[in-house]
């Protein structure tokens, strides 16, 4: 079974320009997590999908982050403009639903961004 | 605000001893706990997930949980080199891990 694939990597941008992070699920995963993970800390989420729904964005910086899963597979996740603070790793992650015997997240390799 | 703390270390023990790794949580609504492991650079692995109090053993892993103290522990017996990573503590609501709240995370590292 393939895991949640994650892409660019890295990517180093200048603050105030834009960018944006794609993320495929697991086949068959419901459920599908942007987290921000900075440097020393653990992840923090900033949304949550059911499907092509939003179920949580408290936590997400509506003035510069958005994202979207369109037809309730692939994400993305855009910032912009992005802020010195944003120099983080963007990890997605995906989870079956309820009924599913390992109902536990599963997390990509991430993306690195780094904002100068 | 719901919490998870953990103590950041660096924890630092010899090959073959035991490791043991602590959190606490706020919120007294949590029913889902979990550890993961995150080497450097990597993403975070789920190595143990527990429900009900009282431990939970996996191999040369046990998790410890205490509800009423707000309490969960990871142990890892004969720890090994491989085992140095990041252990990071993540509590969720009832039913299973819907919306995980994470400590800092633990930097362990064993001593060959």
């Known amino acids: 079974e393939a895991g949640v694939a994650q892409s660019p990597r890295y990517k180093i941008i200048e603050k105030r320009q834009s960018v944006a992070f794609w993320c495929n699920p697991i086949?068959?995963?419901?459920?599908l997590y942007w987290y921000q993970q900075i440097l020393g800390q653990g992840p923090k989420l900033l949304i949550q999908?059911?499907?092509?729904?939003?179920?949580?964005d408290s936590q997400l910086p509506k003035d510069r982050f958005s994202a979207e899963r369109l037809k309730g597979v692939d994400s993305t996740l855009k910032i912009q403009p992005a802020k010195l603070e944003d120099s983080a790793v963007y990890l997605c992650a995906s989870r079956p639903g309820r009924n599913h015997p390992k109902n536990i997240q599963y997390f990509g390799a991430g993306t690195r961004l780094s904002v100068l | 605000q719901k919490e998870v703390e953990q103590n950041s270390g660096p924890l630092s023990v010899p090959e073959g001893a035991i490791a043991s790794l602590n959190c606490t949580y706020s919120?007294?609504?949590?029913?889902?706990f979990f550890w993961y492991r995150q080497y450097s650079g990597k993403s975070p692995e789920l190595i143990m997930s527990i429900y009900s109090n009282g431990d939970k053993e996996d191999g040369r892993f046990t998790a410890q949980l205490n509800k009423a103290s707000q309490y969960v522990s990871l142990l890892i017996r004969d720890s090994q080199p491989s085992d140095s990573a990041t252990y990071l503590c993540?509590?969720?609501?009832?039913?299973?891990?819907?919306?995980?709240?994470f400590g800092k995370g633990t930097k362990l590292t064993v001593n060959p």
């Open positions: 999908f059911q499907n092509n729904g939003v179920v949580d």
């Open positions: 919120d007294r609504g949590s029913q889902s």
């Open positions: 993540a509590v969720g609501p009832q039913g299973g891990s819907e919306k995980l709240v």
């Open positions: 086949s068959g995963h419901a459920t």
